[in-house]
């Protein structure tokens, strides 16, 4: 139960964030944004990449993530109400302002009211709820041990996949015919019902989770309020070369993951409205449930599969040597960008929905795989702060290295812990063939290199998702002021621009990271072996950005 109870946080984040996803860019069109100032919208998020170094050093008695945790949470339930009733909130602010103007003026300015909060409520959001999710993040690679930090992801990701099929199913139905008394619009009775599961299923990880306190050392010169972004900048300059190629995996699938989370609701919903009309009364909510659909079908294929693979990888029932961490990955971002460079030829809602659905096999993947790498990645280092040398970056290490197993490394991911939550440098660690070792022992622990702060790197690796989205705003927006441009001339309708061309550019960038998966590190256990097989990940091969 206490792994289900550290990991449950993850289903009030992505049901938070279907709210988001699947109702945030209808929902500002539907204000008469263009499509191309929608896109702008979604800059925050990388701002909040800062949190997972921040909290490394948090000194609060609640532990070092759950004070990051617990504000982000009190931001993300009041943006939702913002962004719920923004055109309430908008009326009003008039009223007290100026209601003695005629009612076509105060009707435009309400419009423009609630523009504005909208605006600040998801930006407010989008920043808050990826600061939460990171923190939850770190939570659940602090407290497991090594042998348990692919089982904690596989946990953490099913709970995401389930939240997001009721999330997406909650989109679908008619709230208001079932939920009237919350309110009178789709997306309030929805945000009201995401902050609820928000708070519940958040709250029980920050009450039934114990951190350890973390306590500054007086040297310690990581108080200052520059030292984060100190941190920051050198973890960029020199993270360790498996996370390093990681990380750079994620980069690229993330430029094509985020206009997919944008804009596929908007594109579904473009092609429902190519055989509908848009001027009846709740053609708008209709228009978001069809997109909605397309979503609930991917999220439930997401769940399927996030069951079945690790299974698959876990037991490999057959073809062993397929069945690896590292193909798995290459499939699911290969087949990702040969769906999304599809639906520039789609032209109707039933193969979008299908193309959609599809691509819940690579969502799976997305949340699984590179968490638990990291994760890996994170702890053996740890485990073996002897083998972390500046030697490894010698010619001679570096060709050692590229002939061990094809850079598949060995780790004791099957030793049982004497108790949940167990240190990973309290478990004896063996060669199990020293003659394989690459890196002698150094005589004094001068040479030893800096053990890997998890909230640290987990903030670096969470850039490499977030930061991803700036570009994918300022491309998009460019995106659909050329195409608006292209297909309509000076007297265009800006928000008739086609979404695909848009996923188009998704699955390009899908494509670039299909090519660099193949050069990450795996970390594969030795099941039923009391033996550790460590050959050493190469921490101290250095790749600057």
């Known amino acids: 139960m206490q792994m289900l109870?550290?990991?449950?946080?993850?289903?009030?984040?992505?049901?938070?964030?279907?709210?988001?996803?699947a109702y945030g860019t209808p929902y500002l069109l539907s204000l008469d944004l263009s499509k191309d100032v929608t896109a702008?919208?979604?800059?925050?998020?990388p701002l909040s990449a800062v949190i997972g170094s921040m909290s490394d050093r948090c000194s609060s008695?609640?532990?070092?993530?759950?004070?990051?945790?617990?504000?982000?949470?009190?931001?993300?339930?009041?943006?939702?109400?913002?962004?719920?009733?923004?055109?309430?909130?908008?009326?009003?602010?008039?009223?007290?302002?100026?209601?003695?103007?005629?009612?076509?003026?105060?009707?435009?300015?309400?419009?423009?009211?609630?523009?504005?909060?909208?605006?600040?409520?998801?930006?407010?959001?989008?920043?808050?709820?990826n600061a939460v999710q990171a923190s939850c993040r770190a939570l659940i690679l602090d407290v497991p041990p090594l042998w348990q930090q692919q089982h904690a992801n596989a946990w953490a990701a099913r709970l995401s996949n389930v939240a997001m099929v009721v999330g997406y199913f909650t989109g679908f139905v008619d709230l208001v015919k079932f939920l009237p008394f919350l309110g009178d619009t789709q997306i309030k009775v929805f945000c009201l019902v995401a902050i609820a599961v928000f708070i519940v299923t958040v709250g029980v990880t920050c009450v039934t989770t114990e951190e350890k306190v973390f306590t500054a050392s007086e040297d310690?010169?990581?108080?200052?309020?520059?030292?984060?972004?100190?941190?920051?900048w050198h973890a960029l300059r020199s993270l360790p070369a498996p996370i390093q190629r990681l990380c750079n995996?994620?980069?690229?699938?993330?430029?094509?993951?985020?206009?997919?989370?944008?804009?596929?609701?908007?594109?579904?919903?473009?092609?429902?409205?190519?055989?509908?009309?848009?001027?009846?009364?709740?053609?708008?909510?209709?228009?978001?449930?069809?997109?909605?659909?397309?979503?609930?079908?991917?999220?439930?294929?997401?769940?399927?599969s996030g069951i079945v693979l690790p299974w698959l990888v876990a037991h490999k029932p057959c073809c062993p040597a397929l069945f690896t961490m590292k193909n798995v990955y290459t499939a699911g971002n290969l087949?990702?960008?040969?769906?999304?460079?599809?639906?520039?030829?789609?032209?109707?809602?039933?193969?979008?929905?299908?193309?959609?659905?599809?691509?819940?096999?690579?969502?799976?993947?997305?949340l699984w795989i590179p968490f638990a790498l990291v994760g890996e990645y994170i702890m053996v280092s740890s485990a073996?702060?002897?083998?972390?040398?500046?030697?490894?970056?010698?010619?001679?290490?570096?060709?050692?290295?590229?002939?061990?197993?094809?850079?598949?490394?060995?780790?004791?991911?099957?030793?049982?812990?004497?108790?949940?939550?167990?240190?990973?440098?309290?478990?004896?660690?063996?060669?199990?063939?020293?003659?394989?070792?690459?890196?002698?022992?150094?005589?004094?622990?001068?040479?030893?290199?800096?053990?890997?702060?998890?909230?640290?790197?987990?903030?670096?690796?969470?850039?490499?998702?977030v930061f991803p989205q700036f570009g994918v705003a300022i491309i998009a927006a460019v995106i659909f002021r050329v195409v608006s441009w292209v297909e309509h001339g000076q007297n265009k309708d800006e928000n008739t621009a086609n979404v695909a061309w848009v996923l188009t550019?998704?699955?390009?960038?899908?494509?670039?990271?299909?090519?660099?998966s193949r050069r990450i590190v795996e970390v594969t256990s030795a099941p039923n072996s009391r033996k550790t097989t460590l050959l050493q990940i190469p921490t101290s091969d250095r790749v600057s950005v």
């Open 40 to 45: 702008l919208v979604w800059l925050a998020g």
């Open 505 to 516: 550019f998704g699955g390009v960038m899908g494509l670039v990271a299909t090519l660099l």
């Open 384 to 465: 073996t702060p002897s083998m972390l040398t500046p030697d490894i970056t010698s010619p001679a290490a570096s060709r050692s290295i590229a002939m061990v197993d094809d850079d598949v490394l060995s780790i004791a991911s099957s030793l049982p812990s004497p108790n949940y939550g167990a240190l990973v440098s309290d478990i004896p660690i063996t060669l199990e063939d020293e003659s394989r070792s690459i890196v002698p022992e150094p005589e004094t622990s001068d040479d030893y290199e800096d053990e890997l702060d998890a909230g640290m790197v987990l903030g670096v690796h969470n850039m490499y998702i």
């Open 61 to 129: 008695r609640l532990g070092r993530r759950r004070p990051f945790i617990i504000i982000g949470g009190i931001l993300v339930c009041l943006s939702m109400l913002c962004v719920a009733y923004a055109k309430d909130i908008g009326a009003v602010l008039i009223w007290l302002s100026d209601g003695t103007d005629i009612p076509e003026n105060i009707a435009e300015k309400e419009r423009r009211a609630a523009i504005v909060i909208a605006i600040l409520a998801f930006y407010t959001l989008d920043f808050s709820l």
């Open 220 to 232: 310690d010169d990581d108080s200052r309020w520059y030292s984060t972004f100190v941190h920051i």
């Open 335 to 366: 087949l990702f960008s040969l769906a999304m460079l599809s639906t520039i030829f789609v032209s109707d809602v039933a193969t979008a929905t299908l193309i959609v659905a599809i691509i819940g096999i690579s969502w799976s993947v997305v």
């Open 249 to 304: 995996v994620q980069f690229f699938a993330w430029l094509g993951w985020f206009p997919f989370l944008f804009y596929s609701t908007t594109w579904v919903s473009d092609l429902y409205f190519a055989t509908h009309s848009r001027e009846t009364p709740d053609s708008w909510a209709k228009g978001t449930r069809a997109g909605s659909f397309a979503l609930l079908l991917y999220a439930i294929v997401s769940v399927v």
């Open 5 to 21: 109870y550290l990991t449950i946080c993850m289903c009030g984040v992505q049901f938070t964030w279907t709210v988001e996803l």
